[in-house]
């Protein structure tokens, strides 16, 4: 079964961090570059990063360059989405992402104090 499954997200004050984890099963994982998206209430879905294939290159949304970085292991078939300096407008659900594949269920991540 092909399939992406985000785990990892939270309740964090600002400030805080968290690690994200998208574990993929059911197809080559290395063969596809990976994104990582965020919706949040009334708002339309970003781009947060996206990484390649060999997990050699990467971008990020201005708005989390900096203090976020994302990485990804094809021999577990896992990608991660570390957050660092987490702040309130980075209240989300966040979705690992692959277009010819699809999207995970997504993990709700809430900064507050």
């Known amino acids: 079964q092909v399939q992406l499954v985000e785990s990892g997200g939270g309740l964090v004050q600002p400030g805080g961090s968290l690690r994200l984890s998208c574990v993929a099963s059911g197809f080559t994982f290395s063969s596809y570059a990976l994104n990582w998206y965020r919706q949040a209430p009334g708002k339309e879905r970003e781009l947060v990063a996206n990484i390649t294939r060999a997990g050699d290159n990467w971008m990020y949304a201005v708005s989390v360059h900096g203090r976020f970085t994302v990485s990804r292991d094809n021999v577990k078939n896992t990608a991660h989405l570390r957050m660092n300096n987490l702040k309130p407008e980075d209240t989300a659900v966040y979705y690992c992402?692959?277009?010819?594949?699809?999207r995970g269920q997504g993990t709700q991540v809430t900064v507050s104090s």
């Open positions: 992402d692959i277009p010819e594949i699809g």
